[in-house]
């Protein structure tokens, strides 16, 4: 079978579309649907289902995708990392959300970077879960940091740490509202007060009003910023409450810049997952940034 239909196959499989794969690919689209054809007429059953947007994988499709996949990484490895310079440094391509990705894994795999016979070089980009994962299955990034566990056999998911998420606001709008009152009254107590959120949906105070108020937030967001540590950086001068996580906000907690306005019994978590494409595990440089990472998290909890 020619190792070329196969790449394209699996391209195709992880864009979901001849059309993204052919970008991947630096091919025409027609290029790509008669490489695709063909191997469905080698193999004698269709591979995919066309659609209106995109396509499908069939289950012979998803079947040869999950056994072919891995074996084609491995031969990119080898052809990207050469026979005969042993001390060239292998690349590893991370993504994940901004804040947790800064704060946490970059850190913490720097440690592993240089010229020690087992470091590699390292490149990072951010994004959110869906693009993230996205991209993943696209092969332009080695390992994943997300909040989603993905679905199928292409992605390998290892669940990394959990993350609490905390309300919080400056002072003096703890003091504003008390916490006596607030104990009565609970999420009533804080709808006047402005809110500082990474989206307009306010994802982090609607998924902690729903986990520990059982209901939604009245308030609309004042500030909006689409990053966690601008977030903090507006809340300590008092633009309003957020929920934030702990991590990023335990500095500021301790020395005073915000105060938790809420302790629940039981406070919301989101968990973080290590996503890999199944089989490069099989890879050096991926395992041991798995591993690492892993490592360090049992002290991020």
């Not at 390992?143 to 566990?149: D, K, N, P, Y």
């Not at 609490?164 to 006596?180: K, T």
Request: proline share 6%; hydrophobic share 45%; charged share 20%.
């Amino acid at each position: 079978m020619d190792l070329a239909l196969l790449r394209t196959f699996v391209t195709v499989h992880r864009a979901g579309s001849f059309t993204r794969a052919a970008a991947l690919l630096g091919l025409s689209q027609p290029a790509v649907t008669s490489q695709i054809r063909t191997l469905e007429r080698q193999l004698g059953r269709p591979l995919f289902l066309r659609q209106a947007r995109g396509v499908t994988p069939t289950t012979i499709g998803d079947e040869l995708a999950h056994k072919a996949a891995p074996h084609l990484d491995a031969l990119v490895e080898i052809t990207e990392t050469g026979l005969d310079d042993e001390s060239s440094l292998r690349t590893l391509h991370l993504a994940g959300p901004p804040e947790f990705t800064a704060e946490r894994a970059l850190p913490a795999l720097t440690e592993l970077t240089g010229e020690d016979g087992q470091g590699f070089a390292l490149r990072a980009s951010f994004g959110n879960a869906e693009e993230t994962l996205e991209g993943l299955a696209a092969g332009h990034h080695d390992l994943a940091i997300s909040t989603a566990r993905p679905r199928g056999a292409l992605l390998t998911a290892t669940a990394l740490c959990d993350e609490e998420h905390v309300l919080v606001a400056a002072p003096r709008w703890a003091e504003q509202i008390g916490s006596g009152v607030l104990r009565r009254k609970g999420a009533p107590a804080l709808e006047n007060l402005p809110v500082v959120e990474v989206h307009e949906s306010l994802p982090f105070v609607s998924r902690y009003w729903a986990s520990v108020f059982d209901s939604r937030p009245a308030a609309s967001g004042t500030v909006i910023v689409p990053d966690l540590r601008a977030v903090l950086a507006c809340t300590i001068t008092g633009a309003g409450l957020a929920v934030l996580p702990r991590y990023l906000c335990a500095a500021a907690l301790d020395l005073g810049g915000v105060v938790a306005l809420h302790n629940p019994a039981v406070p919301p978590l989101r968990t973080y997952f290590l996503v890999v494409r199944t089989g490069t595990l099989a890879m050096p440089h991926v395992a041991r940034a798995h591993e690492w990472l892993q490592r360090a998290a049992t002290d991020w909890c």
